[in-house]
Nanobody, 130 residues
Framework: QKQLVESGGGLVQPGGSLTLSCTAS????????ISWFRQPPGKEREGVACIRDNNDQTTYANSVMGRFTISRDNAENTVYLQMDSLKPEDTAVYYC???????????????????????WGKGAQVTVSS
């Protein structure tokens, strides 16, 4: 069965760090672009970062540029989101999503857009609070 599972969420103080993992089962991530989105309390889901399948090119939202790093380990079938210098406004449920076709990759990664063809994980809670 095809699944994406997020892990590594939790409670962290402002200025701290967390690393989220997105691990695939039932399929190989090598040929998929992977994105991280987040949904803050009471707000819509927004794109955070994306890594492409063929050249590992990355895209980041302005709000996380320089603080978050997306990377992939195809041997582990996992994509990571390293989050540093965390702020209370980073509090959200974080979702990873996968797309395969070229048109979807362009839409999701170029604009960090939520599109219908994204295959989602169930999410992981990140809370930044003192």
């Amino acid at each position: 069965q095809k699944q994406l599972v997020e892990s590594g969420g939790g409670l962290v103080q402002p200025g701290g760090s967390l690393t989220l993992s997105c691990t695939a089962s039932g399929f190989t991530l090598d040929y998929y672009a992977i994105s991280w989105f987040r949904q803050p309390p009471g707000k819509e889901r927004e794109g955070v970062a994306c890594i492409r399948d063929n050249n590992d090119q990355t895209t980041y939202a302005n709000s996380v540029m320089g603080r978050f790093t997306i990377s992939r380990d195809n041997a582990e079938n996992t994509v990571y989101l390293q989050m540093d210098s965390l702020k209370p406004e980073d509090t959200a449920v974080y979702y990873c999503g996968a797309v395969h076709d070229a048109k979807s990759v362009q839409a999701m990664c170029n604009g960090l857009r939520e599109i219908d063809t994204i295959f989602w994980g169930k999410g992981a809670q990140v809370t930044v609070s003192s």
